[in-house]
Protein backbone atom coordinates (compact mmCIF):
# COMPACT_ATOMS: atom_id res chain seq x y z
CA UNK A 1 0.00 0.00 0.00
CA UNK A 2 3.36 2.08 -0.01
CA UNK A 3 3.48 4.82 -2.77
CA UNK A 4 6.32 6.83 -5.21
CA UNK A 5 5.27 10.02 -5.58
CA UNK A 6 7.31 11.65 -3.82
CA UNK A 7 5.86 14.89 -4.43
CA UNK A 8 2.68 13.77 -2.80
CA UNK A 9 3.39 15.17 0.90
CA UNK A 10 6.57 17.12 0.78
CA UNK A 11 8.48 18.34 3.92
CA UNK A 12 6.31 21.23 4.76
CA UNK A 13 3.14 19.65 4.47
CA UNK A 14 0.58 18.16 6.80
CA UNK A 15 -0.36 14.93 7.18
CA UNK A 16 -3.22 14.58 9.20
CA UNK A 17 -3.89 10.98 10.89
CA UNK A 18 -7.24 11.80 12.49
CA UNK A 19 -9.52 11.88 10.09
CA UNK A 20 -12.86 11.38 10.76
CA UNK A 21 -14.08 12.09 7.29
CA UNK A 22 -11.31 9.97 5.46
CA UNK A 23 -14.22 8.23 3.41
CA UNK A 24 -17.20 9.62 2.49
CA UNK A 25 -20.75 7.37 2.12
CA UNK A 26 -23.75 8.46 -0.29
CA UNK A 27 -26.53 5.98 -0.91
CA UNK A 28 -28.74 7.60 -3.80
CA UNK A 29 -31.01 5.78 -6.21
CA UNK A 30 -29.65 2.31 -4.95
CA UNK A 31 -26.26 3.43 -5.51
CA UNK A 32 -23.74 3.37 -2.55
CA UNK A 33 -20.72 5.81 -3.87
CA UNK A 34 -17.62 5.46 -1.43
CA UNK A 35 -15.58 8.46 -1.70
CA UNK A 36 -11.91 8.62 -0.25
CA UNK A 37 -11.15 12.01 0.98
CA UNK A 38 -7.97 12.81 1.71
CA UNK A 39 -7.40 15.24 -1.58
CA UNK A 40 -4.72 17.14 0.32
CA UNK A 41 -2.20 14.06 0.61
CA UNK A 42 -3.63 12.60 -3.13
CA UNK A 43 -5.72 10.52 -0.78
CA UNK A 44 -3.27 8.43 0.72
CA UNK A 45 -4.45 4.95 3.03
CA UNK A 46 -3.67 5.59 6.82
CA UNK A 47 -5.39 4.04 9.54
CA UNK A 48 -8.16 6.00 10.12
CA UNK A 49 -9.23 4.78 6.16
CA UNK A 50 -8.28 1.63 6.69
CA UNK A 51 -10.58 1.02 9.67
CA UNK A 52 -13.73 3.23 8.11
CA UNK A 53 -13.21 1.00 4.80
CA UNK A 54 -13.38 -2.23 6.34
CA UNK A 55 -16.33 -0.81 8.35
CA UNK A 56 -18.04 0.59 4.76
CA UNK A 57 -17.38 -2.55 2.79
CA UNK A 58 -18.67 -4.82 5.69
CA UNK A 59 -22.06 -2.74 6.03
CA UNK A 60 -22.20 -2.62 1.90
CA UNK A 61 -21.89 -6.43 1.49
CA UNK A 62 -24.63 -7.53 4.03
CA UNK A 63 -27.12 -4.32 2.73
CA UNK A 64 -29.84 -5.57 0.28
CA UNK A 65 -30.70 -2.18 -0.01
CA UNK A 66 -27.77 -1.03 -2.39
CA UNK A 67 -27.41 -2.83 -5.85
CA UNK A 68 -24.15 -1.25 -6.80
CA UNK A 69 -21.34 0.33 -5.02
CA UNK A 70 -18.90 2.85 -6.69
CA UNK A 71 -15.46 3.25 -5.22
CA UNK A 72 -13.72 7.35 -6.34
CA UNK A 73 -11.45 9.44 -4.75
CA UNK A 74 -12.15 12.69 -3.78
CA UNK A 75 -10.22 15.58 -5.60
CA UNK A 76 -7.99 14.91 -8.31
CA UNK A 77 -6.89 11.43 -7.79
CA UNK A 78 -7.99 8.17 -6.96
CA UNK A 79 -5.59 6.63 -4.39
CA UNK A 80 -1.64 7.19 -4.33
CA UNK A 81 -1.20 4.24 -1.95
CA UNK A 82 0.17 4.30 2.03
CA UNK A 83 0.84 7.52 3.65
CA UNK A 84 4.61 7.52 3.53
CA UNK A 85 4.47 9.96 6.62
CA UNK A 86 2.70 7.48 8.49
CA UNK A 87 4.82 4.51 7.49
CA UNK A 88 8.22 6.68 8.34
CA UNK A 89 6.31 7.22 11.97
CA UNK A 90 6.45 3.46 12.56
CA UNK A 91 10.16 3.09 12.14
CA UNK A 92 10.52 4.96 15.30
CA UNK A 93 8.83 2.12 17.28
CA UNK A 94 10.38 -0.92 18.33
CA UNK A 95 11.15 -4.43 15.76
CA UNK A 96 8.03 -5.64 16.74
CA UNK A 97 5.59 -3.16 17.41
CA UNK A 98 6.36 -1.44 14.42
CA UNK A 99 5.75 -5.14 12.73
CA UNK A 100 1.69 -5.11 14.60
CA UNK A 101 1.07 -1.71 13.32
CA UNK A 102 1.91 -2.40 9.85
CA UNK A 103 0.04 -6.08 9.86
CA UNK A 104 -2.98 -4.54 11.68
CA UNK A 105 -3.93 -1.68 8.79
CA UNK A 106 -2.67 -4.24 6.20
CA UNK A 107 -5.30 -6.82 7.46
CA UNK A 108 -8.13 -4.17 7.46
CA UNK A 109 -7.12 -3.41 4.40
CA UNK A 110 -7.29 -7.25 2.93
CA UNK A 111 -10.42 -7.49 4.87
CA UNK A 112 -11.70 -5.00 2.50
CA UNK A 113 -10.22 -6.15 -0.31
CA UNK A 114 -12.15 -9.55 0.11
CA UNK A 115 -15.47 -7.84 0.80
CA UNK A 116 -15.29 -5.58 -2.67
CA UNK A 117 -14.49 -9.15 -4.78
CA UNK A 118 -17.04 -11.34 -2.76
CA UNK A 119 -20.08 -9.10 -2.06
CA UNK A 120 -23.13 -9.90 -4.39
CA UNK A 121 -23.54 -6.69 -5.99
CA UNK A 122 -20.89 -4.88 -8.87
CA UNK A 123 -18.44 -2.25 -7.51
CA UNK A 124 -16.85 0.07 -10.11
CA UNK A 125 -14.12 1.77 -9.56
CA UNK A 126 -13.84 5.46 -10.99
CA UNK A 127 -10.40 6.33 -11.49
CA UNK A 128 -8.54 9.61 -12.12
CA UNK A 129 -5.13 10.57 -11.67
CA UNK A 130 -3.07 8.93 -9.50
CA UNK A 131 -3.84 4.78 -8.75
CA UNK A 132 -0.78 3.85 -7.58
CA UNK A 133 0.15 1.40 -4.69
CA UNK A 134 -2.08 0.10 -2.76
CA UNK A 135 -4.57 2.39 -4.91
CA UNK A 136 -3.54 -0.33 -7.65
CA UNK A 137 -4.62 -3.15 -5.65
CA UNK A 138 -7.64 -1.44 -4.75
CA UNK A 139 -9.10 -0.34 -8.85
CA UNK A 140 -7.72 -3.72 -9.27
CA UNK A 141 -10.43 -5.55 -6.23
CA UNK A 142 -13.28 -4.02 -8.26
CA UNK A 143 -15.49 -5.67 -10.66
CA UNK A 144 -15.94 -2.80 -13.40
CA UNK A 145 -13.04 0.45 -13.50
CA UNK A 146 -12.97 3.19 -15.57
CA UNK A 147 -10.57 5.67 -16.29
CA UNK A 148 -10.34 9.22 -17.17
CA UNK A 149 -7.28 9.91 -19.50
CA UNK A 150 -5.44 11.35 -17.17
CA UNK A 151 -5.25 8.52 -14.99
CA UNK A 152 -1.60 6.96 -13.94
CA UNK A 153 -0.79 3.58 -12.40
CA UNK A 154 2.29 2.02 -11.15
CA UNK A 155 2.42 -0.66 -8.15
CA UNK A 156 5.73 1.03 -6.54
CA UNK A 157 6.61 -1.04 -3.61
CA UNK A 158 10.27 -2.43 -4.76
CA UNK A 159 10.92 1.30 -5.34
CA UNK A 160 10.70 1.30 -1.08
CA UNK A 161 12.54 -1.72 -1.07
CA UNK A 162 8.25 -3.51 0.26
CA UNK A 163 5.99 -6.13 -1.90
CA UNK A 164 2.71 -5.56 -3.00
CA UNK A 165 -0.44 -6.17 -0.74
CA UNK A 166 -4.05 -5.49 -0.84
CA UNK A 167 -4.35 -8.80 -3.60
CA UNK A 168 -2.21 -7.25 -6.49
CA UNK A 169 0.20 -10.40 -6.32
CA UNK A 170 -3.42 -12.59 -6.90
CA UNK A 171 -5.09 -10.00 -9.64
CA UNK A 172 -2.13 -9.01 -11.79
CA UNK A 173 -1.59 -12.35 -12.95
CA UNK A 174 -5.19 -13.10 -14.05
CA UNK A 175 -5.81 -9.45 -15.60
CA UNK A 176 -3.00 -9.10 -17.19
CA UNK A 177 -0.41 -12.34 -17.54
CA UNK A 178 2.03 -13.70 -15.21
CA UNK A 179 5.22 -12.09 -17.31
CA UNK A 180 3.19 -8.60 -17.43
CA UNK A 181 2.62 -9.06 -13.49
CA UNK A 182 5.89 -9.17 -13.01
CA UNK A 183 7.18 -6.13 -14.78
CA UNK A 184 4.70 -4.38 -13.37
CA UNK A 185 5.59 -5.64 -9.90
CA UNK A 186 9.41 -5.22 -10.25
CA UNK A 187 10.01 -2.52 -11.79
CA UNK A 188 7.26 -0.09 -10.18
CA UNK A 189 7.30 2.00 -13.56
CA UNK A 190 4.61 4.72 -14.12
CA UNK A 191 2.20 3.79 -17.09
CA UNK A 192 -0.72 5.86 -18.33
CA UNK A 193 -4.57 5.17 -19.03
CA UNK A 194 -4.43 3.86 -22.35
CA UNK A 195 -1.88 1.10 -21.15
CA UNK A 196 -4.09 0.05 -18.60
CA UNK A 197 -6.58 -0.16 -21.15
CA UNK A 198 -4.16 -2.44 -23.32
CA UNK A 199 -3.78 -4.41 -20.34
CA UNK A 200 -7.21 -4.83 -19.54
CA UNK A 201 -6.77 -3.34 -16.03
CA UNK A 202 -9.31 -0.80 -16.92
CA UNK A 203 -12.61 -1.65 -18.92
CA UNK A 204 -12.32 1.83 -20.69
CA UNK A 205 -11.07 5.01 -20.94
CA UNK A 206 -13.13 8.97 -21.13
CA UNK A 207 -12.18 12.49 -20.76
CA UNK A 208 -11.65 13.49 -17.37
CA UNK A 209 -14.65 15.68 -17.35
CA UNK A 210 -16.65 12.82 -19.06
CA UNK A 211 -15.48 10.86 -15.85
CA UNK A 212 -18.17 11.26 -13.32
CA UNK A 213 -21.22 11.09 -15.66
CA UNK A 214 -19.65 7.95 -17.20
CA UNK A 215 -19.49 6.12 -14.08
CA UNK A 216 -22.94 7.08 -12.94
CA UNK A 217 -24.32 5.99 -16.30
CA UNK A 218 -22.82 2.52 -15.65
CA UNK A 219 -23.48 2.24 -11.74
CA UNK A 220 -27.52 3.06 -12.60
CA UNK A 221 -27.54 0.50 -15.31
CA UNK A 222 -26.05 -2.21 -12.82
CA UNK A 223 -28.20 -0.83 -10.41
CA UNK A 224 -30.90 -1.52 -12.58
CA UNK A 225 -29.98 -5.01 -13.23
CA UNK A 226 -30.61 -8.48 -11.78
CA UNK A 227 -28.64 -8.31 -8.69
CA UNK A 228 -28.79 -12.11 -7.61
CA UNK A 229 -27.43 -12.74 -10.61
CA UNK A 230 -24.94 -10.32 -10.96
CA UNK A 231 -23.47 -11.65 -7.54
CA UNK A 232 -23.54 -15.47 -8.66
CA UNK A 233 -21.83 -14.33 -12.09
CA UNK A 234 -19.04 -12.36 -9.99
CA UNK A 235 -18.89 -15.17 -7.96
CA UNK A 236 -18.18 -17.93 -11.00
CA UNK A 237 -15.96 -15.85 -12.71
CA UNK A 238 -13.61 -15.15 -9.76
CA UNK A 239 -13.66 -18.68 -8.06
CA UNK A 240 -13.09 -20.06 -12.28
CA UNK A 241 -9.21 -19.77 -11.94
CA UNK A 242 -9.09 -22.37 -8.56
CA UNK A 243 -11.66 -24.66 -10.67
CA UNK A 244 -10.80 -27.58 -13.34
CA UNK A 245 -13.79 -27.08 -16.16
CA UNK A 246 -15.50 -29.82 -14.68
CA UNK A 247 -15.31 -28.55 -11.55
CA UNK A 248 -16.59 -25.17 -13.08
CA UNK A 249 -19.59 -26.57 -15.45
CA UNK A 250 -21.14 -28.02 -12.35
CA UNK A 251 -20.45 -24.62 -10.52
CA UNK A 252 -22.48 -22.87 -13.55
CA UNK A 253 -24.97 -25.64 -13.29
CA UNK A 254 -25.93 -24.93 -9.67
CA UNK A 255 -25.89 -21.30 -10.22
CA UNK A 256 -28.24 -21.33 -13.41
CA UNK A 257 -30.78 -23.54 -11.26
CA UNK A 258 -30.42 -21.23 -8.51
CA UNK A 259 -31.49 -18.31 -10.46
CA UNK A 260 -34.55 -20.45 -11.48
CA UNK A 261 -35.64 -19.42 -8.07
CA UNK A 262 -35.64 -15.77 -7.85
CA UNK A 263 -38.11 -13.35 -9.02
CA UNK A 264 -35.45 -11.75 -11.25
CA UNK A 265 -35.76 -15.05 -13.34
CA UNK A 266 -39.07 -14.87 -13.58
CA UNK A 267 -39.37 -11.58 -14.87
CA UNK A 268 -36.89 -11.67 -17.31
CA UNK A 269 -38.37 -14.43 -18.99
CA UNK A 270 -41.77 -13.02 -18.88
CA UNK A 271 -40.56 -9.28 -20.24
CA UNK A 272 -38.64 -11.42 -23.09
CA UNK A 273 -41.27 -13.01 -24.18
CA UNK A 274 -43.48 -10.07 -24.03
CA UNK A 275 -40.54 -8.25 -25.88
CA UNK A 276 -40.94 -5.07 -22.89
CA UNK A 277 -38.04 -4.19 -20.73
CA UNK A 278 -37.16 -6.15 -17.32
CA UNK A 279 -38.12 -4.30 -14.18
CA UNK A 280 -35.73 -6.13 -11.57
CA UNK A 281 -36.40 -6.04 -7.89
CA UNK A 282 -33.33 -7.70 -7.15
CA UNK A 283 -34.61 -10.88 -5.63
Not at 13 to 39: F, G, M, Y
Not at 60 to 81: C, Q
Not at 229 to 250: C, P
Request: charge should be negative; hydrophobic fraction near 45%; include cysteine.
Amino acid sequence: MLRCITQHVGPDEESPLNDNDSILLEIDDSIATVTLNRPQVLNALGPQMSQKLRDITESLETDPAIRAVVLRGAGEHFMAGGDIKWFQAQLGLAPEACRHSLERIIGEVNASVIRLRRMAKPVVASVQGAAVGFGLSLMCACDLAIAADNAYFSLAYTRIGATPDGGATYALPRLVGVKRAMEIALFGDQFDAQRALELGLVNRVVPLAELSGETRRIAARLALGPTLAYGRAKRLINESFDHSLTEQLLAEQESFAESTATLDYAEGINAFVAKRKPKFVGS
